[in-house]
């Protein structure tokens, strides 16, 4: 089965200032999707930035780029020029491709949530 | 463009009830569904999916079941609740790149 890790609970950033969030995965699998979720205090949850496993290059939304490392399967996200409205918790998800069904499970990590200081 | 409901947004109810929590979306046909529960302070744990009506496929054994009667509807229900199931519920739908949750369900069992 599939696990993703997030090992930092809560992180602190100065506004403006870049930080980085950590995400390691296992799976066996070749082929999948990789997410970073914000959800701030309203509990909505928000996509921010999407990679696929078949593609090298790193995805970047502005200021979110991730730095996705396959064969040590880990996928960090870091913000650049930290804004107040970047205070979430965020988590990072991994995306199975059924086989046959087109059956895409969603596994999400314990999350880091993220504080940024003024 | 497609859209998610789930309802109520909080709920309050006494141990042994039962519980019912319905989703359904808009703009998009035979998605795939899925229910998480978000414990205070933890990640969000996959309680059941469904590719699409009456298949179901749970994740973790628990006091909880899923119903699809409908393409684009979700149910989530509970015949007795108990004291460990209050959390935060969300609904999702899943086109073929990424997921998109409802606004959640907050629910306390007392």
């Known amino acids: 089965a599939q696990t993703v890790t997030q090992s930092q609970p809560e992180m602190s950033v100065q506004e403006a200032e870049t930080v980085t969030l950590s995400c390691t995965y296992d799976t066996s699998e070749s082929d999948y999707y990789l997410f970073w979720y914000k959800q701030p205090p309203s509990r909505q949850m928000i996509l921010v930035i999407r990679?696929?496993?078949?593609?090298?290059q790193n995805a970047t939304e502005n200021r979110f780029s991730v730095n996705f490392q396959k064969a040590a399967k880990s996928f960090s996200l870091k913000i650049s020029d930290s804004q107040l409205g970047d205070a979430a918790m965020y988590f990072c998800a991994y995306r199975s491709v059924g086989a046959t069904s087109g059956t895409y499970k969603y596994i999400f990590g314990t999350g880091t949530r993220l504080k940024v200081l003024a | 463009s497609q859209t998610i409901h789930q309802w109520p947004a909080t709920l309050v109810q006494p141990v042994g009830s039962p519980l019912s929590l319905e989703c359904t979306v808009e703009g998009t046909s035979n998605p795939n569904l899925y229910w998480y529960r978000q414990a205070a302070g933890r990640g969000l744990q996959l309680l059941f999916y469904?590719?699409?009506?009456?298949?179901i496929s749970s994740e973790v054994p628990q006091n909880l079941s899923a119903s699809r009667p409908q393409d684009r509807q979700f149910i989530l229900s509970s015949k007795k609740l108990l004291l460990s199931d209050s959390g935060f519920y969300l609904c999702a739908w899943s086109s073929r790149v990424w997921a998109f949750f409802g606004q959640g369900t907050r629910l306390t069992v007392v």
């Open positions: 469904s590719v699409g009506i009456g298949q």
């Open positions: 990679q696929e496993a078949y593609k090298q």
